[in-house]
């Protein structure tokens, strides 16, 4: 399954935000969407899975045009991980997870024993499932972020977004979170903030400055001095290993 967006533009207010940017996904991807705050990217992730209406441009969900999709059947195909996940009932992780189950159930349907097995499995895939009993309320922002995730992937997604997926995340969450999810063989598009990170994990990078695409290829492509210096304002170098292809950047004041 592949994720489509074209020319996409977003207004809000007066202001446009998001300035015709074109994305491919394709299936078993990992892209990653990279740019300094304020370039663009969680607008653009927002109008993607339409939680914001954009002014202009389609996004298609394996040909379709998913402003034509019904939410239900959107979500059986796409998830989502945002950045804030704030859940206004005593919850426990797994009722939260539960949750990702919704999109694959008829009205009133209860829950079966298949799906008792795929919330453990994706509770298990993030290392939380000693945690199904506890109060999602009583976790960890880090941990919250692992429970949201665990719900995501028990929605059984072809296509998955995260914004900004290891913001509260120690380094060895951040590593552990971005593994699972390459793993996935699953389309998947990233926010992220991390040049290193992003180099470990992405195939594919879009960076995005004052909501335009300025560049698209793989880590080594992209991931530049002369890249970093015009979408950071920021001196680096950029060293290549030459047996893992693993990229490393040293930052200069």
Known sequence: MELKVDDLKVNIGSL???????????????????????????????????????????????????????????????????????????????????????????????????????????????????????????????EKQRIILARALAQ????????????????????QVLNIVKHLDIGVLAALHDLSLASMFCDEIYMLKDGTVMGNGSPGEVITSEMIQDIYDVKASVLTDPDTGQLSIHYRI
Not at 51 to 57: A, D, E, I, N
Not at 63 to 77: C, M, T
Not at 159 to 171: A, M, R
């Open 16 to 142: 446009e935000i998001v300035k015709g940017v074109s994305l491919h996904i394709k299936a078993n991807r990992f892209v990653g969407l990279l740019g300094p705050n304020g370039s663009g990217k969680s607008t653009l992730l927002k109008a993607i899975y339409r939680v914001l209406k954009p002014s202009s441009g389609v996004v298609y969900l394996n040909g379709k045009n998913l402003s034509k999709v019904p939410e239900k059947e959107r979500a059986r195909d796409m998830a989502v991980v945002s950045q804030f996940n704030q859940v206004g009932f005593e919850f426990t992780v797994q009722d939260i997870v539960m949750m990702g189950r919704t999109p694959h159930k008829k009205r009133l349907e209860g829950e079966s024993e298949a799906d008792y097995q795929i919330v453990s499995e994706a509770l298990d895939k993030v290392g939380m499932n000693h945690y199904s009993k506890r109060r999602y309320s009583t976790l960890s922002g880090g």
């Open 156 to 175: 059984d997604p072809k296509i998955l977004i995260l914004d900004e997926p290891t913001n509260h995340l120690d380094i060895k969450y951040q590593l």
